[in-house]
């Protein structure tokens, strides 16, 4: 299959740069982008980009290519109270919406109190946990009041701000804002067609100065491979693919492969209630038995980093390596046997007659993933362990999470409370959605995240983070893999391209365009 692929790029790009739809990439003030995945719908308040780099809307921060927070929408970084209790954010001066109507401290306000709103399915209301209201003190100024002192909140303001005269009134889960939006963002939408594509123009009125790529068009390709075909036939200016689809542009004329760092981890959640994995000593020995290094060096050609929490590397005031899980067959051995899950005389290890499966199941369109969940399973088996791969839906991975073990994705390079508190606190075990799908639960990994987020103190959080690390590896929750390096092909016809580390999420948002409104074309 791999090679039908390989042969399908390398014989598209010898073809001419027509798409398929008799469309052209010429233009250096237009881009097409092959993107991995769609979003559900463009509302900040139900959780689109809540991280900022969002094209449509801007949030009261933003970050440089450091990822050092900035004045955004607040004209300086919002301030907080010596006891972390009160934020207080001073807006920017005639700022208007893309239909002209002026940005107020009203509009924060109603962003904030809707992601509170229970009535509202904001997919983001856990980053405000702390929150208890927000007031406009006055129509540039807006005051956060928190119930106790979260240190990260400045992180949290990076979220879009919605005009509150669009909104007020209307049911916000199906509003038509939400395929139709309006914001202060340097982009407007100009049209989506679901499952296909969506069109961006330039917003020439945006208070950080008119964009010089003037349209944007986004076609949504969730096939790896199909991706990479459509790439080659000319049919995209950009895309992102597996590090050894991208190598087929190696050297190519008028292309370049950008590697961007990031801190987007793949991991094995290993169910925590499924019987033969609810034992730390099992869970322990999966870690040890993993060869992360083989993955990185033949799964993502290099391009890569091993990972032992959802801590990355790159978060580097934080990051604790000695809690990190070195290759060890011999102990991860050991470790089974003393769990009573002993081989029997065909290799296959069992206890009291029950024998030790582990499903691994991944999301078939995605083939960074598959070959992940193969490489796991075959390390996983070599210890004795059933470990049957199965192509699946994210959908039947979240149903399927107390049986099998599957192959997720997230991360981010902000702070390690977004990084790890909703994925490992126990209080989020057994909650819908993309939390604690592990069903983990450990008291001192909680007392750490909690300790940790309240800290205003950086050496206390440094501390707590430390013990929360040591904690989890001793009693880890999932067998997490890699830390992704993200690899773009881009036809070499801008400049601008800033090196960022990025998260999990890199569809139109915090990907190589990240700051896609400042690129020129080259001349």
Same mark, same amino acid.
């Given at each position: 299959?791999?090679?039908?692929?390989?042969?399908?790029?390398?014989?598209?790009?010898?073809?001419?740069?027509?798409?398929?739809?008799?469309?052209?990439?010429?233009?250096?003030?237009?881009?097409? /982008?092959?993107?991995?995945?769609?979003?559900?719908?463009?509302?900040?308040?139900?959780? @689109?980009?809540?991280?900022?780099?969002?094209?449509?809307?801007?949030?009261?921060?933003?970050?440089?290519?450091?990822?050092?927070?900035?004045?955004?929408?607040?004209?300086?970084?919002?301030?907080?109270?010596?006891?972390?209790?009160?934020?207080?954010?001073?807006?920017?001066?005639?700022?208007?919406?893309?239909?002209?109507?002026?940005?107020?401290?009203?509009?924060?306000?109603?962003?904030?109190?809707?992601?509170?709103?229970?009535?509202?399915?904001?997919?983001?209301?856990?980053?405000?946990?702390?929150?208890?209201?927000?007031?406009?003190?006055?129509?540039?100024?807006?005051?956060?009041?928190?119930?106790?002192? @979260?240190?990260?909140?400045?992180?949290?303001?990076?979220?879009?701000?919605?005009?509150?005269?669009?909104?007020?009134?209307?049911?916000?889960?199906?509003?038509?804002?939400?395929?139709?939006?309006?914001?202060?963002?340097?982009?407007?939408?100009?049209?989506?067609?679901?499952?296909?594509?969506?069109?961006?123009?330039?917003?020439?009125?945006?208070?950080?100065?008119?964009?010089?790529?003037?349209?944007?068009?986004?076609?949504?390709?969730?096939?790896?491979?199909?991706?990479?075909?459509?790439?080659?036939?000319?049919?995209?200016?950009?895309?992102?693919?597996?590090?050894?689809?991208?190598?087929? @542009?190696?050297?190519?004329?008028?292309?370049?492969?950008?590697?961007?760092?990031?801190?987007?981890?793949?991991?094995?959640?290993?169910?925590?209630?499924?019987?033969?994995?609810?034992?730390?000593?099992?869970?322990?020995?999966?870690?040890?038995?993993?060869?992360?290094?083989?993955?990185?060096?033949?799964?993502?050609?290099?391009?890569?980093?091993?990972?032992?929490?959802? /801590?990355?590397?790159?978060?580097?005031?934080?990051?604790?390596?000695?809690?990190?899980?070195?290759?060890?067959?011999?102990?991860?051995?050991?470790?089974?046997?003393?769990?009573?899950?002993?081989?029997?005389?065909?290799?296959?290890?069992?206890?009291?007659?029950?024998?030790?499966? !582990?499903?691994?199941?991944?999301?078939?369109?995605?083939?960074?993933?598959?070959?992940?969940?193969?490489?796991?399973?075959?390390?996983?088996?070599? *210890?004795?362990?059933?470990?049957?791969?199965?192509?699946?839906?994210?959908?039947?991975?979240?149903?399927?999470?107390?049986?099998?073990?599957?192959?997720?994705?997230?991360?981010?390079?902000?702070?390690?409370?977004?990084?790890?508190?909703?994925?490992?606190?126990?209080? @989020?075990?057994?909650?819908?959605?993309?939390?604690?799908?592990?069903?983990?639960?450990?008291?001192?990994?909680?007392?750490?995240?909690?300790?940790?987020?309240?800290? *205003?103190?950086?050496?206390?959080?440094?501390?707590?983070?430390?013990?929360?690390?040591?904690?989890?590896?001793?009693?880890?929750?999932?067998?997490? !893999?890699?830390?992704?390096?993200?690899?773009?092909?881009?036809?070499?016809?801008?400049?601008?391209?800033?090196?960022?580390?990025?998260?999990?999420?890199?569809?139109?948002?915090?990907?190589?365009?990240?700051?896609?409104?400042?690129?020129?074309?080259?001349?």
């Amino acid at each position: 299959m791999r090679r039908t692929v390989f042969a399908l790029v390398a014989a598209a790009l010898v073809a001419s740069c027509s798409s398929p739809d008799g469309s052209t990439t010429a233009s250096a003030t237009s881009i097409v /982008i092959g993107a991995g995945s769609e979003p559900e719908n463009l509302n900040p308040v139900l959780g @689109y980009a809540p991280d900022g780099a969002a094209k449509i809307f801007d949030g009261l921060v933003a970050r440089d290519a450091s990822l050092a927070l900035k004045p955004a929408l607040a004209a300086e970084l919002p301030t907080a109270t010596a006891d972390g209790l009160t934020w207080t954010a001073k807006l920017r001066k005639d700022i208007t919406f893309s239909d002209g109507t002026p940005l107020t401290a009203d509009d924060v306000v109603f962003t904030y109190k809707s992601v509170l709103d229970k009535k509202v399915n904001s997919t983001i209301a856990s980053r405000f946990d702390a929150l208890t209201d927000v007031v406009a003190k006055d129509p540039a100024t807006v005051e956060f009041t928190l119930s106790h002192a @979260y240190a990260p909140f400045a992180q949290q303001l990076a979220l879009g701000i919605v005009p509150a005269a669009k909104l007020t009134g209307q049911d916000l889960n199906s509003a038509a804002f939400n395929t139709a939006p309006v914001g202060t963002g340097p982009y407007t939408v100009e049209s989506w067609r679901k499952g296909d594509r969506m069109v961006l123009k330039a917003n020439e009125k945006y208070w950080g100065g008119a964009p010089a790529v003037k349209s944007v068009t986004v076609v949504f390709v969730p096939d790896d491979n199909a991706r990479a075909t459509r790439m080659a036939a000319g049919e995209f200016d950009g895309t992102v693919l597996p590090p050894k689809l991208a190598q087929t @542009y190696r050297d190519k004329s008028g292309y370049k492969i950008v590697r961007n760092p990031s801190a987007d981890y793949r991991g094995l959640g290993i169910p925590s209630e499924l019987p033969f994995t609810s034992s730390p000593q099992v869970r322990r020995a999966i870690n040890l038995g993993i060869n992360r290094q083989a993955m990185i060096d033949a799964v993502l050609a290099g391009s890569g980093k091993p990972a032992s929490t959802p /801590i990355s590397p790159y978060l580097k005031d934080w990051y604790d390596e000695g809690s990190s899980f070195r290759y060890d067959v011999a102990e991860a051995e050991k470790l089974l046997d003393e769990a009573g899950w002993r081989k029997g005389a065909d290799g296959k290890r069992a206890k009291d007659g029950q024998p030790a499966k !582990l499903p691994v199941l991944y999301p078939a369109p995605d083939v960074l993933r598959k070959e992940l969940a193969l490489a796991t399973a075959s390390d996983i088996a070599k *210890l004795g362990i059933d470990a049957p791969v199965e192509a699946t839906t994210f959908e039947i991975m979240l149903q399927r999470r107390k049986e099998a073990a599957a192959v997720w994705g997230g991360g981010d390079p902000y702070d390690p409370d977004t990084a790890a508190y909703t994925l490992l606190h126990s209080r @989020y075990a057994g909650q819908d959605g993309y939390v604690n799908m592990t069903l983990y639960k450990n008291s001192t990994v909680d007392t750490a995240l909690d300790t940790a987020r309240r800290s *205003l103190d950086p050496a206390a959080r440094k501390k707590a983070y430390d013990e929360f690390q040591k904690a989890y590896a001793a009693d880890p929750g999932w067998a997490f !893999l890699v830390f992704l390096d993200h690899t773009y092909v881009l036809r070499d016809k801008w400049n601008g391209q800033e090196t960022q580390v990025e998260p999990h999420d890199h569809g139109l948002v915090h990907a190589v365009w990240w700051n896609l409104e400042r690129w020129t074309p080259k001349s």
